[in-house]
Nanobody, 126 residues
Framework: QVHLVESGGGLVQTGGSLRLSCTGS????????IAWFRQAPGKEREVVSC????????RYGDTVRGRFTISRDNAKNTLYLQMNSLKPEDTAMYYC???????????????????WGQGTQVSVSS
């Protein structure tokens, strides 16, 4: 059974930083594209970033590009999201998601992902 568990969320002031983690179990981690999505109250879920199975290919949403960095450590079955220069509009529940993919690319559509974590809340105060 696949489990994805996020951690690292919290409350931070504008301009601050947070590092999210997502640890997977029950899957061959390096055979999966992994991604971060977020959803704010009253808004649709949106992609934050995704990373290919090797970590070589990444994609970012327009609103976070240049501020957030995605990475993965396949030896630890863990995905990371370093978030810098946080803004109030980054406030949301952040989810990690996994999709089987042996290619050298990642998906930025939520509909490609089969497994989801429970989420971790990020709140940025102004």
């Amino acid at each position: 059974q696949v489990h994805l568990v996020e951690s690292g969320g919290g409350l931070v002031q504008t301009g601050g930083s947070l590092r999210l983690s997502c640890t997977g179990s029950g899957l061959t981690f390096d055979g999966y594209t992994i991604a971060w999505f977020r959803q704010a109250p009253g808004k649709e879920r949106e992609v934050v970033s995704c990373v290919s199975r090797s970590g070589a290919a990444t994609r970012y949403g327009d609103t976070v590009r240049g501020r957030f960095t995605i990475s993965r450590d396949n030896a630890k079955n863990t995905l990371y999201l370093q978030m810098n220069s946080l803004k109030p509009e980054d406030t949301a529940m952040y989810y990690c998601a996994a999709a089987p993919n042996l290619g050298s690319f990642c998906y930025d559509s939520q509909y490609e992902y089969d497994y989801w974590g429970q989420g971790t809340q990020v709140s940025v105060s102004s």
